[in-house]
Nanobody, 116 residues
């Protein structure tokens, strides 16, 4: 049985930083690539914001490159997302899942609100 729990969200002002955590059971991080997704208010879909690659690297959409950093501890089945220089447009619920995402892997997410 898969259980995913995201944490670390909060309410911050533009320009500040947050570090999100993802802890999963039932998903072996040593053989499964993981990523971070977000769903903005009023949006019907969830967009990929960062992912690990099978080659041991990382991938970010061009629009987020340089501000977001994903890292992982495979032995602990834990992944993090360091978000710097946060913008109002980063307001969303953040989730972790495999790329492509599987329905059974979605956790409750963690809310990030950026406002002045």
């Amino acid at each position: 049985q898969v259980r995913v729990v995201e944490s670390g969200g909060g309410s911050v002002q533009p320009g500040m930083s947050l570090r999100l955590s993802c802890v999963a059971s039932g998903i072996d991080f040593s053989i499964n690539v993981m990523g971070w997704y977000r769903q903005a208010p009023g949006s019907q879909g969830r967009e990929l914001v960062a992912r690990l690659t099978t080659a041991g690297g990382t991938y970010y959409p061009t629009s987020l490159k340089g501000r977001f950093t994903v890292s992982v501890d495979k032995a602990a089945n834990t992944m993090w997302l360091e978000m710097n220089s946060l913008e109002v447009a980063d307001t969303a619920v953040y989730y972790c899942n495999t790329p492509p995402p599987l329905h059974e892997n979605w956790g409750p997410g963690t809310q990030v609100t950026v406002s002045s």
